[in-house]
């Protein structure tokens, strides 16, 4: 009995150590290619986005009143995305270039009171040489998800929804046509918060 449980349990362990042998060793949320390793780097890694900027049209030095009006503007997040020749490439084989796509932006709240919001998309469109990075910008709050009826109710109330939120890239390796994905986050704070 105890030689078959023995048996069993080194079955299991190579069936573990065959499963992690199946993936590279990179750090996390880098995406590996056949040639080449992508990773991304956001330069904001707490974003305060505002649902309102208020405009005090009767003067009284308050907003939220019934003659005073505002706009609702995007904010955009600026990521640097690295494609580096992997090290172990043998010298016969050329690095290709990697086409970044799309970016996903999943917003996972970080509290009980904070509602869910659905995953947004950005469609981009640069292509990044091996061992050079590319600076990318698009929208992480767009003007439609701060009007959707979840967020537009914070407008001039003091509640915060705060996200952990996560920007998953597709990439296409050129030279293979291999699809990965690969990510990087940043805390994303919602609210009304005072005019700048
Ligand atoms: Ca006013
Ligand atoms: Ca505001």
Redesign the pocket.
């Known amino acids: 009995m105890k030689n078959r449980i023995n048996l069993y349990l080194l079955g299991l362990i190579s069936i573990l150590l065959a499963l992690s042998g199946c993936s590279e060793e990179v750090g996390g949320g880098a995406g590996s290619f056949d040639t080449v390793i992508a990773t991304a780097s956001v330069s904001t890694a707490d974003l305060d986005s ?5 405009t005090d049209v009767n003067g009284d030095g308050f907003v939220c009143g019934a003659n005073d009006t ?1 706009t609702v503007s995007s904010d955009d997040v600026t990521v640097d995305i690295a494609v580096d020749t992997k090290a172990n490439l043998p010298s016969t084989r050329e690095a290709s270039k990697v086409s970044i796509n799309k970016v996903s932006i999943a917003y996972s709240p970080a509290n009980t009171t904070t509602p869910s919001l659905s995953t947004q998309f950005e469609t981009l469109g640069v292509v990044v040489d091996p061992d050079s990075t590319a600076t990318v910008s698009f929208k992480v709050a767009s003007q439609d998800l701060k009007k959707s009826s979840i967020l537009s109710p914070l407008v001039c109330s003091n509640t915060i929804y705060t996200y952990f939120v996560t920007l998953t890239f597709e990439g296409v390796e050129v030279d293979t046509n291999r699809t990965e994905t690969f990510e990087t986050t940043l805390n994303l704070r919602f609210a ?4 700048q």
Do not use: E, H, K, P
């Open positions: 505002d649902l309102a900027t208020w505002f009304d918060f005072a005019n």
